[in-house]
Protein backbone atom coordinates (compact mmCIF):
# COMPACT_ATOMS: atom_id res chain seq x y z
CA UNK A 1 0.00 0.00 0.00
CA UNK A 2 1.27 3.69 -0.65
CA UNK A 3 1.37 6.19 2.00
CA UNK A 4 -0.26 9.73 1.72
CA UNK A 5 0.55 12.19 3.86
CA UNK A 6 -3.04 13.98 5.37
CA UNK A 7 -3.87 16.67 4.60
CA UNK A 8 -3.33 18.30 7.88
CA UNK A 9 0.04 17.52 8.28
CA UNK A 10 1.88 21.14 8.62
CA UNK A 11 5.15 20.10 6.54
CA UNK A 12 5.27 23.67 4.89
CA UNK A 13 4.11 26.18 7.77
CA UNK A 14 0.86 27.50 6.82
CA UNK A 15 1.59 30.80 6.45
CA UNK A 16 4.37 29.92 3.70
CA UNK A 17 1.35 27.85 1.79
CA UNK A 18 -1.08 31.15 2.67
CA UNK A 19 1.58 33.48 1.30
CA UNK A 20 2.38 31.36 -2.17
CA UNK A 21 -0.95 31.21 -2.73
CA UNK A 22 -1.30 35.05 -2.65
CA UNK A 23 1.37 35.20 -4.86
CA UNK A 24 -0.21 32.74 -7.17
CA UNK A 25 -3.41 34.86 -7.09
CA UNK A 26 -1.61 38.20 -7.21
CA UNK A 27 -0.19 37.29 -10.54
CA UNK A 28 -2.85 35.95 -12.05
CA UNK A 29 -4.61 39.47 -11.05
CA UNK A 30 -1.59 41.21 -13.22
CA UNK A 31 -2.34 38.96 -15.92
CA UNK A 32 -5.90 39.78 -15.97
CA UNK A 33 -5.16 43.25 -15.94
CA UNK A 34 -2.10 42.52 -19.35
CA UNK A 35 -5.23 41.48 -20.71
CA UNK A 36 -7.43 44.67 -20.61
CA UNK A 37 -4.40 46.76 -21.51
CA UNK A 38 -5.07 48.22 -24.97
CA UNK A 39 -0.88 49.16 -25.66
CA UNK A 40 0.07 45.99 -27.10
CA UNK A 41 3.42 46.59 -25.58
CA UNK A 42 2.61 47.58 -22.39
CA UNK A 43 0.38 44.25 -22.64
CA UNK A 44 3.38 41.80 -23.52
CA UNK A 45 5.75 43.00 -20.72
CA UNK A 46 3.12 42.62 -17.66
CA UNK A 47 1.94 39.27 -19.40
CA UNK A 48 6.11 38.81 -19.21
CA UNK A 49 6.74 39.78 -15.58
CA UNK A 50 3.80 37.65 -14.91
CA UNK A 51 5.24 34.79 -16.40
CA UNK A 52 8.65 35.62 -14.43
CA UNK A 53 7.09 35.38 -11.28
CA UNK A 54 5.40 32.62 -11.40
CA UNK A 55 8.53 31.21 -12.98
CA UNK A 56 10.43 31.80 -9.39
CA UNK A 57 7.32 30.87 -7.62
CA UNK A 58 7.44 27.82 -9.20
CA UNK A 59 11.19 27.47 -8.38
CA UNK A 60 10.69 28.29 -4.66
CA UNK A 61 7.42 25.74 -4.31
CA UNK A 62 9.65 22.68 -5.81
CA UNK A 63 12.89 23.65 -4.14
CA UNK A 64 11.34 21.74 -0.90
CA UNK A 65 10.67 18.34 -0.77
CA UNK A 66 6.33 17.45 -2.53
CA UNK A 67 4.05 17.26 0.04
CA UNK A 68 0.05 16.78 -0.32
CA UNK A 69 -0.71 19.59 0.92
CA UNK A 70 1.29 22.08 -1.47
CA UNK A 71 0.28 19.90 -4.26
CA UNK A 72 -2.94 21.91 -5.35
CA UNK A 73 -1.23 24.88 -4.68
CA UNK A 74 1.96 23.55 -6.82
CA UNK A 75 0.08 22.22 -10.01
CA UNK A 76 -2.23 25.29 -10.31
CA UNK A 77 1.16 27.10 -10.10
CA UNK A 78 2.40 24.59 -12.90
CA UNK A 79 -0.54 25.18 -15.22
CA UNK A 80 -0.88 28.27 -15.15
CA UNK A 81 2.95 29.00 -15.80
CA UNK A 82 2.69 26.71 -18.56
CA UNK A 83 -0.41 28.06 -20.17
CA UNK A 84 1.14 32.11 -20.51
CA UNK A 85 4.62 30.44 -21.53
CA UNK A 86 2.48 28.49 -24.23
CA UNK A 87 0.82 31.95 -25.00
CA UNK A 88 3.68 34.03 -25.58
CA UNK A 89 5.67 31.75 -27.12
CA UNK A 90 2.36 31.06 -29.49
CA UNK A 91 3.19 26.96 -29.67
CA UNK A 92 3.78 24.42 -26.96
CA UNK A 93 7.47 23.05 -27.05
CA UNK A 94 9.45 20.38 -25.21
CA UNK A 95 9.66 22.65 -22.08
CA UNK A 96 6.41 22.82 -21.56
CA UNK A 97 6.44 18.77 -21.47
CA UNK A 98 9.06 18.67 -19.21
CA UNK A 99 7.12 20.95 -17.00
CA UNK A 100 4.29 18.75 -17.12
CA UNK A 101 6.23 16.02 -16.30
CA UNK A 102 8.33 17.76 -13.17
CA UNK A 103 4.54 18.04 -12.02
CA UNK A 104 3.37 14.20 -12.30
CA UNK A 105 6.99 13.38 -10.74
CA UNK A 106 6.59 15.13 -7.89
CA UNK A 107 2.45 13.92 -7.42
CA UNK A 108 4.14 10.37 -7.49
CA UNK A 109 7.02 11.43 -5.02
CA UNK A 110 4.32 11.61 -1.96
CA UNK A 111 3.06 8.36 -2.55
CA UNK A 112 5.94 6.69 -3.07
CA UNK A 113 5.78 5.51 -6.72
CA UNK A 114 8.24 7.51 -8.43
CA UNK A 115 10.30 4.08 -9.83
CA UNK A 116 12.59 4.59 -12.48
CA UNK A 117 12.10 7.73 -14.71
CA UNK A 118 13.23 6.52 -17.65
CA UNK A 119 10.91 4.16 -17.58
CA UNK A 120 7.68 6.11 -17.51
CA UNK A 121 7.53 8.18 -19.99
CA UNK A 122 4.49 11.03 -19.35
CA UNK A 123 2.23 8.14 -21.21
CA UNK A 124 3.31 5.87 -18.11
CA UNK A 125 2.89 9.29 -15.69
CA UNK A 126 -0.21 9.81 -16.21
CA UNK A 127 -1.57 6.16 -15.81
CA UNK A 128 0.08 5.41 -12.77
CA UNK A 129 -1.55 8.56 -11.41
CA UNK A 130 -4.85 8.43 -12.44
CA UNK A 131 -4.82 4.57 -11.36
CA UNK A 132 -3.79 5.33 -8.02
CA UNK A 133 -5.98 4.09 -5.24
CA UNK A 134 -4.89 6.42 -2.81
CA UNK A 135 -5.01 9.56 -5.13
CA UNK A 136 -6.88 12.52 -3.12
CA UNK A 137 -9.95 14.08 -4.17
CA UNK A 138 -8.54 17.56 -3.00
CA UNK A 139 -5.67 17.01 -5.90
CA UNK A 140 -8.47 15.98 -8.95
CA UNK A 141 -9.23 19.65 -10.07
CA UNK A 142 -5.83 20.86 -10.74
CA UNK A 143 -4.58 17.62 -12.15
CA UNK A 144 -7.43 17.44 -14.73
CA UNK A 145 -6.18 20.93 -15.82
CA UNK A 146 -2.67 19.50 -15.94
CA UNK A 147 -4.20 17.03 -18.19
CA UNK A 148 -5.79 19.43 -20.55
CA UNK A 149 -2.80 20.89 -20.99
CA UNK A 150 -1.30 17.73 -21.93
CA UNK A 151 -3.70 17.04 -24.71
CA UNK A 152 -2.97 20.16 -25.90
CA UNK A 153 0.42 19.55 -26.36
CA UNK A 154 -0.64 16.21 -27.91
CA UNK A 155 -3.19 17.71 -29.84
CA UNK A 156 -0.71 20.42 -31.06
CA UNK A 157 1.80 17.52 -31.89
CA UNK A 158 -0.45 14.97 -33.64
CA UNK A 159 0.07 12.25 -31.28
CA UNK A 160 -3.35 11.17 -31.37
CA UNK A 161 -2.73 7.90 -29.65
CA UNK A 162 -1.54 9.21 -26.96
CA UNK A 163 -4.08 11.92 -26.18
CA UNK A 164 -7.18 9.29 -26.73
CA UNK A 165 -5.54 7.46 -24.37
CA UNK A 166 -5.46 9.63 -21.64
CA UNK A 167 -8.81 11.17 -21.99
CA UNK A 168 -9.92 7.56 -22.00
CA UNK A 169 -8.23 7.33 -18.40
CA UNK A 170 -9.48 10.54 -17.25
CA UNK A 171 -13.36 9.55 -18.19
CA UNK A 172 -12.82 6.21 -15.74
CA UNK A 173 -13.50 3.93 -19.24
CA UNK A 174 -9.98 2.47 -20.94
CA UNK A 175 -10.73 -1.25 -22.18
CA UNK A 176 -13.52 -0.77 -24.79
CA UNK A 177 -13.72 2.68 -24.51
CA UNK A 178 -14.42 4.22 -27.73
CA UNK A 179 -11.87 6.04 -29.38
CA UNK A 180 -13.64 9.07 -31.36
CA UNK A 181 -11.91 11.91 -29.70
CA UNK A 182 -14.58 14.49 -30.20
CA UNK A 183 -16.74 12.12 -28.20
CA UNK A 184 -14.17 11.64 -25.37
CA UNK A 185 -13.61 15.56 -24.83
CA UNK A 186 -17.77 15.86 -24.82
CA UNK A 187 -17.83 13.07 -22.36
CA UNK A 188 -14.43 14.28 -20.27
CA UNK A 189 -16.12 16.66 -17.31
CA UNK A 190 -12.97 18.48 -15.03
CA UNK A 191 -14.17 18.40 -11.87
CA UNK A 192 -15.21 21.91 -10.19
CA UNK A 193 -12.22 23.69 -7.92
CA UNK A 194 -13.06 24.97 -4.41
CA UNK A 195 -14.49 28.33 -4.10
CA UNK A 196 -11.15 28.98 -2.19
CA UNK A 197 -8.88 27.61 -4.39
CA UNK A 198 -5.61 28.72 -6.08
CA UNK A 199 -6.61 31.29 -8.94
CA UNK A 200 -6.29 30.06 -12.31
CA UNK A 201 -5.29 31.96 -15.78
CA UNK A 202 -7.75 29.48 -17.77
CA UNK A 203 -10.66 27.48 -16.53
CA UNK A 204 -10.46 23.81 -17.16
CA UNK A 205 -13.83 23.46 -18.41
CA UNK A 206 -12.88 26.74 -21.35
CA UNK A 207 -9.59 24.64 -22.06
CA UNK A 208 -11.85 21.73 -22.50
CA UNK A 209 -14.03 23.38 -24.67
CA UNK A 210 -11.31 24.91 -26.59
CA UNK A 211 -10.00 21.70 -27.31
CA UNK A 212 -13.10 20.15 -28.41
CA UNK A 213 -13.33 23.18 -31.16
CA UNK A 214 -9.59 23.03 -32.09
CA UNK A 215 -9.86 19.22 -32.43
CA UNK A 216 -13.18 19.29 -34.81
CA UNK A 217 -11.51 21.67 -37.05
CA UNK A 218 -8.58 19.82 -36.94
CA UNK A 219 -10.48 16.44 -37.95
CA UNK A 220 -12.72 18.54 -40.31
CA UNK A 221 -10.08 20.07 -42.65
CA UNK A 222 -8.12 16.17 -42.68
CA UNK A 223 -11.40 14.78 -43.53
CA UNK A 224 -11.82 17.53 -46.33
CA UNK A 225 -8.47 16.98 -47.68
CA UNK A 226 -9.12 13.37 -47.47
CA UNK A 227 -12.60 13.15 -49.60
CA UNK A 228 -14.32 12.10 -46.60
CA UNK A 229 -16.96 14.80 -47.18
CA UNK A 230 -19.84 13.62 -44.79
CA UNK A 231 -18.08 13.57 -41.76
CA UNK A 232 -16.13 16.36 -42.64
CA UNK A 233 -19.44 18.55 -42.75
CA UNK A 234 -20.36 16.90 -39.22
CA UNK A 235 -16.68 17.90 -37.59
CA UNK A 236 -16.62 21.11 -39.06
CA UNK A 237 -20.23 22.02 -37.71
CA UNK A 238 -19.31 21.24 -34.13
CA UNK A 239 -16.24 23.88 -35.29
CA UNK A 240 -18.41 26.14 -35.90
CA UNK A 241 -20.79 25.68 -33.05
CA UNK A 242 -18.12 26.50 -30.59
CA UNK A 243 -15.57 28.73 -28.79
CA UNK A 244 -14.07 30.20 -32.13
CA UNK A 245 -12.74 33.93 -32.29
CA UNK A 246 -13.71 35.46 -35.99
CA UNK A 247 -10.56 34.40 -37.56
CA UNK A 248 -11.44 30.94 -36.79
CA UNK A 249 -14.73 31.14 -37.29
CA UNK A 250 -13.59 32.59 -41.04
CA UNK A 251 -11.46 29.62 -41.55
CA UNK A 252 -14.67 27.24 -40.32
CA UNK A 253 -16.82 28.57 -42.38
CA UNK A 254 -14.58 29.06 -45.78
CA UNK A 255 -14.06 25.02 -45.25
CA UNK A 256 -17.67 24.41 -44.50
CA UNK A 257 -18.15 26.26 -48.14
CA UNK A 258 -15.54 23.77 -49.76
CA UNK A 259 -17.39 20.75 -48.22
CA UNK A 260 -20.91 21.96 -49.25
CA UNK A 261 -19.78 22.53 -52.63
CA UNK A 262 -17.69 19.17 -52.98
CA UNK A 263 -21.30 17.53 -52.12
CA UNK A 264 -23.34 19.60 -54.66
CA UNK A 265 -25.00 22.33 -52.75
CA UNK A 266 -23.38 25.42 -53.97
CA UNK A 267 -26.22 27.51 -52.84
CA UNK A 268 -25.62 26.50 -48.95
CA UNK A 269 -22.02 26.71 -49.86
CA UNK A 270 -22.42 30.35 -51.00
CA UNK A 271 -24.19 31.29 -47.92
CA UNK A 272 -21.27 29.93 -45.72
CA UNK A 273 -19.05 32.05 -47.77
CA UNK A 274 -20.97 35.04 -47.85
CA UNK A 275 -20.81 34.39 -43.42
CA UNK A 276 -17.35 34.03 -43.92
CA UNK A 277 -16.38 37.58 -45.76
CA UNK A 278 -18.26 39.01 -43.59
CA UNK A 279 -17.17 37.50 -40.59
CA UNK A 280 -13.26 39.57 -40.75
CA UNK A 281 -10.62 40.79 -43.01
CA UNK A 282 -9.16 37.40 -43.37
CA UNK A 283 -10.42 37.61 -46.98
CA UNK A 284 -8.08 35.39 -49.49
CA UNK A 285 -9.39 31.81 -48.35
CA UNK A 286 -13.43 32.49 -48.92
CA UNK A 287 -12.31 34.74 -51.92
CA UNK A 288 -10.59 32.09 -53.72
CA UNK A 289 -13.29 29.17 -53.06
CA UNK A 290 -15.80 31.71 -54.15
CA UNK A 291 -13.88 31.86 -57.30
CA UNK A 292 -13.77 28.06 -57.19
CA UNK A 293 -17.59 28.23 -56.73
CA UNK A 294 -18.61 30.15 -59.56
CA UNK A 295 -16.67 28.38 -61.81
CA UNK A 296 -17.57 25.40 -60.91
CA UNK A 297 -21.81 27.20 -61.98
CA UNK A 298 -20.13 28.45 -64.89
CA UNK A 299 -20.02 32.40 -63.88
CA UNK A 300 -17.30 32.60 -65.38
CA UNK A 301 -17.57 36.52 -64.56
CA UNK A 302 -18.27 36.36 -60.79
CA UNK A 303 -15.37 34.06 -60.88
CA UNK A 304 -12.99 36.16 -62.38
CA UNK A 305 -14.84 39.31 -60.23
CA UNK A 306 -13.76 36.85 -56.88
CA UNK A 307 -10.13 36.34 -58.44
CA UNK A 308 -9.43 40.01 -58.64
CA UNK A 309 -10.30 40.88 -55.32
CA UNK A 310 -8.13 38.15 -53.77
CA UNK A 311 -5.37 39.81 -55.69
CA UNK A 312 -6.28 42.86 -54.42
CA UNK A 313 -6.30 41.43 -50.83
CA UNK A 314 -3.32 39.85 -50.67
CA UNK A 315 -1.78 43.29 -52.09
CA UNK A 316 -2.78 44.87 -48.74
CA UNK A 317 -0.27 44.24 -45.46
CA UNK A 318 -2.07 43.53 -42.46
CA UNK A 319 -1.21 44.79 -39.18
CA UNK A 320 0.22 41.75 -36.97
CA UNK A 321 -2.38 40.81 -34.68
CA UNK A 322 -1.45 40.96 -30.61
CA UNK A 323 -0.25 37.75 -29.66
CA UNK A 324 -2.83 35.46 -27.90
CA UNK A 325 -2.76 35.52 -24.04
CA UNK A 326 -4.46 32.29 -23.26
CA UNK A 327 -4.49 28.78 -24.77
CA UNK A 328 -6.72 29.52 -27.75
CA UNK A 329 -7.80 27.46 -30.92
CA UNK A 330 -5.39 29.75 -32.61
CA UNK A 331 -2.81 28.10 -30.78
CA UNK A 332 -3.95 24.22 -31.59
CA UNK A 333 -4.64 24.49 -34.80
CA UNK A 334 -1.73 23.00 -37.92
CA UNK A 335 0.73 24.91 -40.01
CA UNK A 336 -0.56 26.44 -43.42
CA UNK A 337 -0.46 23.71 -46.06
CA UNK A 338 -0.49 23.92 -49.87
CA UNK A 339 -2.46 20.82 -49.88
CA UNK A 340 -5.08 22.65 -47.77
CA UNK A 341 -8.48 23.85 -49.68
CA UNK A 342 -7.60 27.42 -47.66
CA UNK A 343 -4.66 27.98 -48.67
CA UNK A 344 -4.65 30.58 -51.18
CA UNK A 345 -1.01 31.08 -52.18
CA UNK A 346 0.75 34.26 -52.63
CA UNK A 347 -0.18 37.56 -55.12
CA UNK A 348 1.83 36.26 -57.73
CA UNK A 349 0.30 32.84 -57.87
CA UNK A 350 -3.25 34.31 -57.76
CA UNK A 351 -2.58 36.64 -59.92
CA UNK A 352 -0.99 34.25 -62.45
CA UNK A 353 -4.27 31.99 -61.33
CA UNK A 354 -6.15 34.85 -62.43
CA UNK A 355 -4.67 35.55 -66.10
CA UNK A 356 -4.83 32.07 -67.40
CA UNK A 357 -8.41 31.63 -66.23
CA UNK A 358 -8.78 35.00 -68.41
CA UNK A 359 -6.78 33.43 -71.15
CA UNK A 360 -8.46 30.05 -71.12
CA UNK A 361 -12.25 32.21 -71.14
CA UNK A 362 -11.07 33.69 -74.32
CA UNK A 363 -10.79 36.97 -72.67
CA UNK A 364 -7.24 37.55 -74.38
CA UNK A 365 -6.69 41.50 -73.57
CA UNK A 366 -7.52 41.36 -70.27
CA UNK A 367 -5.59 38.08 -70.18
CA UNK A 368 -2.25 40.09 -71.58
CA UNK A 369 -2.51 43.35 -68.98
CA UNK A 370 -2.86 40.70 -66.41
CA UNK A 371 0.20 38.96 -67.59
CA UNK A 372 2.24 41.80 -67.71
CA UNK A 373 1.19 42.68 -64.29
CA UNK A 374 2.14 39.47 -63.01
CA UNK A 375 5.67 39.50 -64.21
CA UNK A 376 6.43 43.59 -62.97
CA UNK A 377 5.54 41.97 -59.57
CA UNK A 378 7.53 39.18 -60.28
CA UNK A 379 10.55 41.11 -61.71
CA UNK A 380 10.66 43.87 -59.37
CA UNK A 381 11.89 41.60 -56.31
CA UNK A 382 8.48 42.15 -54.06
CA UNK A 383 7.42 38.76 -54.73
CA UNK A 384 8.77 35.39 -53.84
CA UNK A 385 9.86 34.31 -57.42
CA UNK A 386 7.91 30.98 -58.87
CA UNK A 387 9.82 27.63 -58.21
CA UNK A 388 12.65 26.59 -60.88
CA UNK A 389 10.65 23.92 -61.88
CA UNK A 390 7.05 23.26 -62.56
CA UNK A 391 5.61 22.29 -59.62
CA UNK A 392 1.75 23.47 -57.60
CA UNK A 393 0.49 26.06 -57.16
CA UNK A 394 2.30 27.83 -59.34
CA UNK A 395 4.30 27.49 -62.61
CA UNK A 396 8.47 28.10 -63.30
CA UNK A 397 9.59 31.69 -64.58
CA UNK A 398 9.45 30.88 -67.91
CA UNK A 399 6.38 29.57 -68.37
CA UNK A 400 5.14 32.79 -66.90
CA UNK A 401 6.90 34.33 -69.83
CA UNK A 402 5.66 32.03 -72.65
CA UNK A 403 2.00 32.37 -71.61
CA UNK A 404 2.47 36.05 -71.46
CA UNK A 405 3.29 36.21 -74.75
CA UNK A 406 0.86 33.65 -76.31
CA UNK A 407 -2.05 35.80 -74.46
CA UNK A 408 -0.65 39.28 -76.12
CA UNK A 409 -0.01 37.42 -79.58
CA UNK A 410 -4.23 36.67 -79.34
CA UNK A 411 -4.66 39.99 -78.31
CA UNK A 412 -3.28 41.77 -81.25
CA UNK A 413 -0.11 42.86 -79.61
CA UNK A 414 2.69 40.82 -81.33
CA UNK A 415 5.45 43.46 -80.69
CA UNK A 416 4.63 43.23 -77.37
CA UNK A 417 4.57 39.78 -77.45
CA UNK A 418 8.31 40.21 -79.13
CA UNK A 419 9.43 42.30 -76.42
CA UNK A 420 8.54 39.84 -73.53
CA UNK A 421 10.45 36.62 -76.10
CA UNK A 422 13.39 38.59 -76.09
CA UNK A 423 13.62 38.91 -72.17
CA UNK A 424 13.10 35.40 -72.08
CA UNK A 425 15.87 34.72 -74.38
CA UNK A 426 17.83 36.87 -72.54
CA UNK A 427 17.33 35.26 -68.78
CA UNK A 428 18.02 31.98 -70.70
CA UNK A 429 21.07 32.93 -72.67
CA UNK A 430 23.58 30.42 -70.68
CA UNK A 431 21.88 27.83 -70.98
CA UNK A 432 21.85 27.46 -74.75
CA UNK A 433 25.50 25.89 -74.81
CA UNK A 434 24.65 23.21 -72.20
CA UNK A 435 21.68 22.10 -73.85
CA UNK A 436 22.77 18.88 -75.43
CA UNK A 437 23.76 18.19 -72.17
CA UNK A 438 21.20 18.46 -70.22
CA UNK A 439 19.04 15.88 -71.66
CA UNK A 440 22.40 13.11 -71.09
CA UNK A 441 22.28 14.95 -67.09
CA UNK A 442 18.30 14.07 -66.81
CA UNK A 443 18.65 10.42 -67.65
CA UNK A 444 21.69 10.24 -65.53
CA UNK A 445 19.65 11.52 -62.78
CA UNK A 446 21.68 14.61 -61.64
CA UNK A 447 20.15 17.59 -60.56
CA UNK A 448 20.01 20.21 -63.62
CA UNK A 449 17.02 20.97 -65.29
CA UNK A 450 15.68 19.23 -68.15
CA UNK A 451 13.45 21.70 -68.61
CA UNK A 452 15.43 24.58 -70.51
CA UNK A 453 15.59 23.27 -73.90
CA UNK A 454 11.68 23.10 -74.54
CA UNK A 455 11.48 26.85 -72.91
CA UNK A 456 13.66 28.11 -74.94
CA UNK A 457 12.50 26.24 -78.14
CA UNK A 458 8.97 27.71 -77.31
CA UNK A 459 10.25 31.14 -77.22
CA UNK A 460 11.47 30.44 -80.77
CA UNK A 461 8.31 29.18 -81.62
CA UNK A 462 5.81 32.32 -80.30
CA UNK A 463 8.82 34.78 -81.96
CA UNK A 464 7.65 33.38 -85.37
CA UNK A 465 4.00 33.57 -84.45
CA UNK A 466 4.21 37.03 -83.55
CA UNK A 467 6.14 37.85 -86.95
CA UNK A 468 3.33 36.10 -88.55
CA UNK A 469 1.20 38.44 -87.16
CA UNK A 470 3.28 41.11 -88.13
CA UNK A 471 3.54 40.29 -91.50
CA UNK A 472 7.27 39.62 -91.62
CA UNK A 473 7.47 36.58 -93.42
CA UNK A 474 11.26 35.88 -93.75
CA UNK A 475 11.82 36.48 -89.79
CA UNK A 476 8.89 34.32 -88.96
CA UNK A 477 9.99 31.20 -91.02
CA UNK A 478 14.13 32.32 -89.58
CA UNK A 479 12.67 31.87 -86.19
CA UNK A 480 10.68 28.64 -86.61
CA UNK A 481 14.03 27.20 -88.30
CA UNK A 482 15.68 28.20 -85.37
CA UNK A 483 13.03 26.45 -82.90
CA UNK A 484 13.54 23.04 -85.37
CA UNK A 485 16.85 22.99 -84.79
CA UNK A 486 17.36 23.14 -80.83
CA UNK A 487 14.56 20.77 -80.45
CA UNK A 488 16.29 18.33 -82.76
CA UNK A 489 19.54 18.74 -80.83
CA UNK A 490 17.39 18.41 -77.67
CA UNK A 491 16.62 14.47 -78.13
CA UNK A 492 15.62 12.10 -75.21
CA UNK A 493 15.97 8.67 -75.45
CA UNK A 494 13.55 6.96 -73.61
CA UNK A 495 15.81 3.28 -73.89
CA UNK A 496 18.57 5.17 -71.68
CA UNK A 497 16.18 6.10 -69.17
CA UNK A 498 17.09 4.99 -65.65
CA UNK A 499 14.37 3.79 -62.98
CA UNK A 500 10.07 4.20 -63.77
CA UNK A 501 9.66 7.60 -62.41
CA UNK A 502 12.65 9.16 -64.43
CA UNK A 503 11.03 7.24 -67.59
CA UNK A 504 7.46 8.49 -67.01
CA UNK A 505 9.34 12.10 -66.60
CA UNK A 506 11.23 11.40 -70.28
CA UNK A 507 8.10 10.32 -71.95
CA UNK A 508 6.41 13.50 -70.64
CA UNK A 509 9.44 15.66 -71.97
CA UNK A 510 9.31 13.59 -75.22
CA UNK A 511 5.28 14.06 -75.66
CA UNK A 512 6.14 18.07 -75.14
CA UNK A 513 9.02 17.90 -78.11
CA UNK A 514 6.73 15.77 -80.07
CA UNK A 515 3.84 18.49 -79.95
CA UNK A 516 6.53 21.78 -80.35
CA UNK A 517 7.91 19.85 -83.03
CA UNK A 518 4.74 19.56 -84.72
CA UNK A 519 3.66 22.78 -83.97
CA UNK A 520 6.89 24.26 -85.25
CA UNK A 521 6.65 22.00 -88.70
CA UNK A 522 3.29 23.27 -89.39
CA UNK A 523 3.66 26.94 -88.84
CA UNK A 524 6.70 27.03 -91.04
CA UNK A 525 4.99 24.97 -93.86
CA UNK A 526 2.45 27.35 -93.34
CA UNK A 527 4.46 30.17 -94.45
CA UNK A 528 6.21 28.17 -96.75
CA UNK A 529 2.44 28.25 -98.52
CA UNK A 530 1.62 32.00 -97.97
CA UNK A 531 5.61 32.44 -99.71
CA UNK A 532 4.33 29.80 -102.83
CA UNK A 533 6.75 27.32 -101.73
CA UNK A 534 4.94 24.19 -102.00
CA UNK A 535 7.48 21.34 -101.98
CA UNK A 536 9.30 22.97 -98.92
CA UNK A 537 5.52 23.27 -97.40
CA UNK A 538 4.92 20.00 -97.96
CA UNK A 539 7.93 18.24 -96.45
CA UNK A 540 7.17 20.27 -93.50
CA UNK A 541 3.68 18.83 -93.18
CA UNK A 542 4.65 15.31 -93.47
CA UNK A 543 7.55 15.79 -91.30
CA UNK A 544 5.41 17.00 -88.46
CA UNK A 545 2.98 13.94 -89.04
CA UNK A 546 6.23 11.54 -88.75
CA UNK A 547 7.26 13.10 -85.47
CA UNK A 548 3.90 13.41 -83.73
CA UNK A 549 1.14 11.23 -85.31
CA UNK A 550 -1.58 11.71 -82.90
CA UNK A 551 -1.47 15.91 -83.82
CA UNK A 552 -4.87 16.77 -85.12
CA UNK A 553 -3.70 19.43 -86.72
CA UNK A 554 -0.81 18.29 -88.08
CA UNK A 555 -3.19 15.62 -89.18
CA UNK A 556 -5.61 18.42 -91.35
CA UNK A 557 -2.83 19.57 -92.53
CA UNK A 558 -1.36 16.50 -94.11
Not at 74 to 103: H, K, M, P, W, Y
Not at 175 to 200: C, F, I, Q, V
Amino acid sequence: MSHQTPLGSSVPQANCLDLWKEKNDQLVRQFKVAQDTGLPLRRQQLAQDALEGLRGLLHSLQGLPATVPVLPLELTVICNFITLRASLAQGFTEDQAQDIQRGLERVLETQEQLGPRLERGLRGLWNSILHASSLLLELLPALHHLAGLQVALWLSTDRLGDLIFLLQTLNGSQNGASEDLLMLLKTWRPPSKESDAPLTLQDAQVLRDVLLTASAYRQGLQELITGNLPQALSSLHEAASGLCSRPVLVQVYTALGTCLRKMGNPQRALLYLVAALKGGSTWGPPLLEASRLYRQLGNTVAELESLELLVEALSVTHNSEVPLLLIEVELLLPRPDPASPLHCGTQSQVKHLLASRCLQTGRAEDAAEHYLDLLALLLDGSEPKFPPTPCPPGPCMPEVFLEAAAALIQAGRAQDALTVCEELLNRTSSLLPKMPRLWESDRKGTKESPHCPPWVSATYLLQGQAWVHLGAQKEAISEFSRCLELLFRATPKDKEQGPASNCEQGCTSNVALQHLRAAALISRGLEWVASGQDTKALQDFLLSVQVCPDSEEAGSEG
